[in-house]
């Protein structure tokens, strides 16, 4: 099933490892094959990680965008174990971002890790 997918003006969009920037009018545009796809409000830049759960959903990034992402996810499980150790209440969050990463739903991976983060802002850590 094709995805639409509408860009505003100077919106970014990453496809298959690959930044795109939309002009400067509104387009829309249909995605008819599988790829990787991360659109500019999911991202997180690495320059902007400045907590423990910020830091691990770039990672989550990295992971779903990585031809081969065994390294990162090796990354993924050093941060979690960190961030259990300091914030116990966050261990829901990261046992489905885990099972999300084990179904290879990497979307709802970093869905789960933005929710993670709120919980982190919440919790003042």
Do not use: W
Not at 94 to 102: E, F, G, P, V
């Amino acid at each position: 099933m094709p995805l639409r997918i509408e860009l505003k003006p100077s919106e970014r969009l990453i496809i298959n490892g690959a930044l795109i920037r939309n002009l400067d009018r509104r387009s829309t545009f249909l995605v008819e094959t599988q790829c990787k796809l991360l659109r500019e409000s999911e991202i997180i830049r690495e320059s902007e990680a400045d907590t423990p759960c910020k830091k691990l959903c770039v990672t989550l990034q990295v992971i779903y965008l990585a031809d081969d992402p065994a390294e990162a996810e090796n990354l993924f499980v050093l941060q979690s174990t960190e961030i259990l150790q300091h914030m116990p209440s966050a261990a829901p969050y990261l046992l489905s971002i885990h099972d999300a990463i084990a179904a290879k739903q990497y979307h709802l991976a970093i869905k789960t890790g933005k929710k993670l983060i709120a919980h982190e802002a919440e919790s003042g850590r």
